[in-house]
């Protein structure tokens, strides 16, 4: 499967965005999907992860709240709703897919990544 993320930009602290994750390919459905992000100098980490069928979702402490993971299987497509953004949000946000099904928070899970899509939030 491939994947492609965008919807990142430059918001102010409190704003909101939506990033979106196109798949290709006719398994879609079977792959969870996960939103992670690496900021300048550390490493990438969990952000949020759905299971195949959307009826299970996870999320990073610091985002619980304040972000949304989705998707729309009919379109091969995940979504991640950011509100009440910080600018320790500032990273470089992929989403990935994994073929294990379930919404798995680790990252070396996860065999297929977008290119990423930056977000930028200023103080």
């Known amino acids: 499967v491939q994947l492609q993320a965008s919807g990142g930009g430059l918001v102010h602290t409190g704003g909101s965005l939506r990033l979106s994750c196109v798949a290709s390919g006719r398994t879609f459905s079977s792959y969870a999907m996960g939103w992670f992000r690496q900021a300048p100098g550390k490493e990438r980490e969990f952000v949020a992860a759905i299971n195949y069928s959307g009826g299970s979702t996870s999320y990073q402490n610091s985002v619980k709240g304040r972000f949304t993971i989705s998707r729309d299987n009919a379109n091969n497509a995940a979504y991640l709703q950011m509100n009440s953004l910080k600018p320790e949000d500032t990273a470089v946000y992929y989403c990935?897919?994994?073929?294990?099904?379930?919404?798995?928070?680790?990252?070396?899970?996860?065999?297929?990544w977008g290119q990423g899509t930056l977000v930028t939030v200023s103080s």
């Open positions: 990935a897919a994994t073929n294990y099904g379930r919404a798995t928070t680790t990252v070396n899970d996860y065999g297929y």
